[in-house]
Structures are given as C-alpha cells and as structure tokens.
C-alpha cells in the first residue's frame, strides 16, 4: 500500500525504499508479497541488488522455506546480479535447518567452487547433518574441504565424524563376526 502510494503522488522509489519495504514485508513474513515486489522493482525503474535478493533468501530461510530462498538465488543469475558469501552462508544454514543435507551439501561446494569460504559454523551444521543422515564419506570429504581452506573445525564436528566412523567401524566388525 505504501509503494502505490508513493507512486500515487509522483514519488519514485529508490533502491533503500525498496529495501525497507521488503524487510518489512519479510519481518511480517508477507513472503510471497515481497517476491512480487522483488519481481516488479525492475519494471519500476529499479535493479533488485544484492542487498534486496539477500533480504528475501533470509526471508524465506527464517520461515523454513529454503526451497524458495533457492528460486530466489536462481533469479538472481538470471538478473544478473551474482550471490555473495552472505547469499550463499544463508540458503546452506537455512537448508540445514531444514534437514535438506544434500541440497545444502550442493550449495556449499558450489560456494567453495565460487571462491567462498564457509564459515566453521555452516561446516558443522552440514557435516553433522549428513553424519546423521548416514552420509559418513560425504560429511569426511567436507571436512577435508574445510581444512584446505583453513577453517578449523570446532570440537562438536571432530566429535560427530568420529563417532560416526567408530559406529560405522563397529558395525563392519559385527558383520564379519
């Protein structure tokens, strides 16, 4: 209501107008509404940036809808306008939180391939989840990712692979008895 008003009385938005609008709209998880403003910032006359694609994926990854945050980032390629580390560190936490392991484990090596550096934190949350999942050689092969980046893992991490492999180990001796 307040962007046709503005545009009612000859205003026209900026790029911080829009802003603010779609933090209000997602704070008020009026998600789909900010989507349709997002979509019509270009026919307004302004380019979506990073700042307002980011507000969205954060948008949808606090609500438990990172399925969308991924359309979201897919827009954003096709708009032109290229994810940064906050983009990429959002969709993968909130795909976690989620349990889609394997959807954040795709985006976290396409981070990686990108020239980001996840976080410790985003290593955990991944690893632990695909050490749940069963997926033991996927949760290693990230841990070696993140050591080549430098990236210390956190105590929890070592923790949650190594009992993983201890179980996995145990269960194999089981077998052969």
């Given at each position: ?9 000859g ?95 795709k ?45 210390a ?12 492999i ?12």
């Amino acid at each position: 209501d307040l962007l046709e008003d503005m545009l009612n009385k000859g205003f026209v938005p900026d790029a911080l107008s829009y802003t603010t609008l779609l933090n209000s709209l997602c704070r008020k998880k009026k998600l789909r509404e900010a989507y349709k403003l997002l979509c019509r910032m270009k026919v307004k006359g302004c380019n979506p940036d990073i700042v307002h694609y980011n507000t969205l994926i954060f948008g949808f990854c606090r609500e438990n809808k990172a399925v969308h945050a991924i359309k979201v980032l897919e827009d954003m390629y096709r708009n032109g306008c290229l994810p940064n580390l906050v983009s990429y560190r959002t969709l993968v936490g909130g795909l976690c939180n989620q349990g889609l392991y394997d959807d954040a484990n795709k985006y976290t090596k396409e981070m990686i391939r990108k020239g980001f550096s996840p976080h410790f934190s985003v290593f955990h949350v991944l690893i632990k989840g695909l050490c749940n999942a069963g997926k033991i050689e996927e949760a290693c092969e990230l841990l070696v990712e993140m050591l080549k980046f430098g990236e210390a893992p956190h105590v929890d991490t070592w923790a949650e692979i190594v009992a993983q492999i201890c179980d996995a180990e145990d269960e194999v001796l089981r077998v052969e008895d």
